[in-house]
């Protein structure tokens, strides 16, 4: 539905099907997050969202207030949170903050001239200042 209507409002030159893609990339991505923060505000203060129609917001509660969903989730928290590289190494991390790897490859390319090798780029990303030498976790220092 929400397409049809995207369809009738846009144009575009690329394909269809890429154009599709991408919307429905989008549409998932602000669904989420509209989820989450409908879930936040009814775990947090107890207030339904008015704008989430009453029968969602029924199932969705139900499926939060699940003993198993709750275990779920805390399961998945905890694995959000391993250590990979082992006991005390910390969670696994990086330093590219919310830029993607192809706009860190891109500034290191403006700023040495050249494209980083893949081990370049790896250090530049996962050492704390962009330093080379001090490694974020203990799985990084060992992959370099």
Known sequence: MIWREFKKAYRWTQTKEAVKRVFYKHAA???KDTVYEVKDKWLKK????LSVPDHVFQEW???WEDPDYSKRC???SGNRRSERAGEGSGMSTHTCGSRSMREHERALTLKEGKKPSAP???RYTHT?????????????????
Do not use: C, I, P, W
């Open 29 to 31: 991505s602000r669904y």
């Open 46 to 49: 107890k207030e339904q969202d």
């Open 61 to 63: 509660r139900r499926r």
């Open 74 to 76: 805390e399961k998945q």
């Open 120 to 122: 370049r780029l790896f």
């Open 128 to 144: 704390k200042g962009h330093d080379d030498q001090t490694f974020v976790d203990q799985r990084s220092r060992a992959a370099n």
